[in-house]
């Protein structure tokens, strides 16, 4: 079994800065990609930022050049520095691993954490 235990999350104000991070845990072999998406309330879920096993990383639109995702492949983490912060970037941030393929199983599956919540207010 594998679970992801997202850490990290608060409450900032517009402007600011947070980090984010996930760590992997269970009888993995190998990850593809690990990414973080997120959900506002009233909304569905949507991607924030994906990054391969290489390092290529991925962002969407609304978040380029303010959020860098990074990983460290030894320790199944994965982490996500968010600057410049602003209120529409409210909710709850989701990690997800990919493609992951474990020592006791035939195949690759995906996982998600359980979630962390990013409030930006003043």
């Known amino acids: 079994q594998v679970q992801l235990v997202e850490s990290g999350g608060g409450l900032v104000q517009p402007g600011g800065s947070l980090r984010l991070s996930c760590a992997a845990s269970g009888s993995i072999f190998s990850i593809n990609a690990m990414g973080w998406y997120r959900q506002a309330p009233g909304k569905q879920r949507d991607v924030v930022a994906v990054?391969?096993?290489?390092?290529?990383?991925n962002y969407a639109d609304s978040v380029k050049g303010r959020f860098t995702i990074s990983r460290e492949n030894a320790k199944n983490t994965v982490y996500l520095q968010m600057n410049s912060l602003k209120p529409e970037d409210t909710a709850v941030y989701f990690c997800?691993?990919?493609?992951?393929?474990?020592?006791?199983?035939?195949?690759?599956?995906?996982?998600w954490g359980k979630g962390t919540l990013v409030t930006v207010s003043s």
């Open positions: 990054i391969t096993t290489g390092g290529t990383a």
């Open positions: 997800s691993s990919m493609g992951v393929k474990t020592h006791t199983s035939l195949g690759d599956m995906d996982y």
